[in-house]
């Protein structure tokens, strides 16, 4: 069976993205139902909110780099690092394929 390549990649991650911060979202506008009326329990679900927020951000700046990576993509621009212009090895796009930068300007 063909490895999917990179674009199949990042549109579905885009999609799993898209799907984990519509949960998040339901999760902030208590769509499963109400604060418990126990306060012990509202500080645990307090607690729980802030994990949520913190994940939905890191959702959101993932989903952000894979826009921008299949924007570089569809502009023949996708296997090119952003900052100095040389080729993003292979190998870093399959274990991050939505990076636009080469190891080399990232860790500049």
């Known amino acids: ?7 199949t990649l990042l549109e579905e991650l885009r999609i799993e993205l898209q799907e984990r911060i519509q949960r998040y979202e339901d999760h902030r506008h208590r769509i499963s139902g109400v604060l418990d009326k126990d306060l012990e329990e509202q500080v645990s679900q307090a607690l729980n909110d802030e994990v949520v927020d913190r994940l939905q951000d890191e959702a959101t700046t993932e989903l952000a ?5 299949l924007a570089r993509i569809d502009a ?3 296997e090119r690092c ?6 993003i090895t292979a190998g870093r796009l399959e274990a991050l394929p939505y990076t636009t930068r080469c190891k080399n300007c990232v860790a500049a």
């Open 76 to 78: 023949q621009l996708g």
């Open 1 to 7: 069976m063909d490895k999917p390549n990179r674009k």
């Open 65 to 69: 780099q894979v826009e921008r990576a």
């Open 82 to 87: 952003e900052k100095c212009g040389d080729t």
